[in-house]
Nanobody
């Protein structure tokens, strides 16, 4: 089992930045691909970014150039640096872990955090 805990969410204005963190504990390992997803009220869970065990990254088009995902395997943490935030980025953000090469499909992830709220006002 792997436990994931997100932190760093909050209320910001459009154009501001936030940095989300995800701390992993339990049977962790650098072989997990780590992803960030988000879900707005009334909408499906949406892919944001993932990073593989070899630090390859993949981003949704909507956040490319604004968000950066990174990981520190020694500390078992994953971060999502979010710049130039927009009101449409408002959602609950979830960290997830996958035993595989990384995926944009949320059902491929087996471990999930509880989520952290990000609200961007215009």
């Amino acid at each position: 089992q792997v436990q994931l805990v997100e932190s760093g969410g909050g209320l910001v204005q459009a154009g501001d930045s936030l940095r989300l963190s995800c701390a992993a504990s339990g049977r962790t390992g650098s072989y997990y691909a780590m992803g960030w997803f988000r879900q707005a009220p009334g909408k499906e869970r949406e892919f944001v970014a993932f990073i593989t065990s070899l630090h390859s990254t993949n981003y949704a088009d909507s956040v490319k150039g604004r968000f950066t995902i990174s990981r520190d395997n020694a500390k078992n943490t994953v971060a999502l640096q979010m710049n130039s935030l927009k009101p449409e980025d408002t959602a609950v953000y979830y960290c997830a872990a996958q035993l595989g090469p990384g995926s944009r499909w949320y059902r491929d992830y087996i471990y999930w955090g509880q989520g952290t709220q990000v609200t961007v006002s215009s």
